[in-house]
């Protein structure tokens, strides 16, 4: 019989750890390969038992328990369970109003479906640059992307860190837009109090087995505020017999599930709070930036690297972050570029053939549509100099594990030398953008 029960407990974390030989070279590992397993998510008595419970009911009652229940939760006055994050995405998109060739803003940093989304739509994804701080879309620059073509501004709250949304609330109001979130990564994230989904003119969001909140392993929900625009979204689905609806299955799952979702969320914050304080007494490593009444919900942990704060600045910031990859693996922690690619990069937008014959993109008359990797330097700034921590954080992980993170981050800031060592006798590397592009 196959179990997540982990039978072996980790060591006690030891600050002689970060004096130790690294791994990479010969010395122990922080995190020995027989404990380095994480679970998530987690399978619960109370899961089983609403399953239970669930298959008993209609199938479509299921669904509008766990549909409501959760709207409630985010704050939103509407909502749409459906099969995926992309197809909530795509509701979310027309429920805002969004029409065949008209232009949305995106960030040129998410995962693909954002942009896919748009392109579903029948609508053409404008892609801008990030902020260097946050790796969210970058207000300014989307004000400079704004056209007579432009409907609506679609801002991801990448990694679970809500976008600048006030900011993005003055464009849209100063330019007659909608706003419409890309919440897939930003369960329970909120700003002021409010949760990311219902701040929005609408939101779509992912439900699926590497998120935060991953439901039966696949489903998405779009929000709306508007009741016009809900019942637009209604009238989308009805109109074209499109089939977005969530199984009943995950909505089970759901519903025991979002009893549970505090618990994680606290074990979340609590370890990235730890594992940021600690990053920020080494020279190398940096943790991500929370603005003051913002909650981030750790989908994701980007780390920042700074080499010159390590006097390696005469070295390729990308070949110092691939040396200390490979290094921080060998420790047993798992950190990995998450996207090497800005999604403008990435084939379906290079080639711009859409639904066949280029449609959409033939329903525009630009010439240059801005997809050339060159527009997005901070984008590609940042792909050159971080590493994320994916599930390892998102799992409700032991003290002692995120201790033992924290010493292994630690441990290579000890040692530039071997960094050093590892980038010049390393063979060819090209930056992460300039390899074929792949998700996640």
């Known amino acids: 019989m196959k179990t997540d029960f982990i039978r072996k407990p980790l060591g006690l974390p030891s600050e002689e750890w970060v004096k130790d030989q690294l791994a990479f070279v010969g010395g122990p590992a922080v995190l020995p390969e027989d404990v380095r397993k994480t679970n998530f998510p987690i399978i619960t008595k109370e899961d089983v038992i609403q399953l239970l419970v669930s298959i008993q009911q209609n199938g479509e009652e299921v669904v509008e328990e766990f549909q409501e229940a959760y709207r409630q939760y985010v704050g939103a006055n509407y909502a749409i ?205 940096s943790g991500p930036f929370v603005p003051e009444g913002y909650k981030h919900s750790y989908n994701m942990y980007r780390v920042k690297l700074s080499p010159e704060k390590l006097g390696l600045d005469d070295l390729e910031d990308y070949r110092v972050k691939d040396a200390v990859q490979q290094l921080i693996n060998a420790e047993g922690v798992y950190a990995r570029e998450w996207q090497n690619v800005p999604i403008p990069g990435h084939l379906p937008f290079k080639n711009r053939r859409g639904f066949g014959n280029g449609y959409p993109f033939t329903l525009s008359h630009r010439q240059d549509f801005g997809y050339d990797l060159s527009q997005f330097p901070e984008t590609l700034k940042m792909l050159r100099n971080s590493l994320t921590i994916c599930r390892e954080l998102r799992t409700p992980i032991e003290y002692e594990r995120i201790q033992a993170y924290a010493l292994a981050f630690r441990k290579i800031d000890a040692n530039p030398r071997i960094i050093r060592e590892l980038v010049e006798r390393g063979g060819e590397l090209r930056a992460p953008y300039e390899r074929d592009a792949r998700l996640g």
């Open 81 to 285: 369970a459906t099969a995926s994050g992309t197809s909530s995405l795509h509701l979310a998109l027309v429920g805002a109003g969004v029409q065949p060739g008209d232009e949305v803003i995106v960030p040129a940093f998410t995962f693909i479906a954002t942009a896919q989304a748009v392109v579903a739509a029948k609508a053409i994804p404008i892609f801008v640059d990030i902020d260097p701080v946050t790796y969210c879309l970058d207000p300014a620059k989307a004000e400079q992307a704004i056209t007579s073509k432009t409907k609506a501004i679609m801002p991801v709250h990448v990694h679970g860190l809500p976008a600048d949304l006030p900011a993005l609330r003055v464009l849209t109001d100063k330019y007659s837009l909608r706003l419409v979130e890309d919440a897939s990564h930003a369960h329970s994230a909120s700003i002021e109090g409010r949760l990311a989904g219902s701040i929005g003119d609408s939101a779509g969001q992912s439900l699926m087995a590497d998120k935060n909140f991953p439901v039966g392993g696949e489903g998405g929900i779009a929000f709306f505020k508007e009741k016009e625009d809900y019942n637009r979204a209604l009238a989308f689905l009805d109109s074209t017999g499109i089939d977005y609806r969530m199984s009943w299955i995950a909505a089970a799952f759901g519903l025991s599930q979002l009893d549970r979702l505090p618990y994680y969320d606290a074990i979340r914050a609590r370890n990235a709070s730890y594992l940021t304080n600690v990053l920020s007494e080494t020279k190398l490593f």
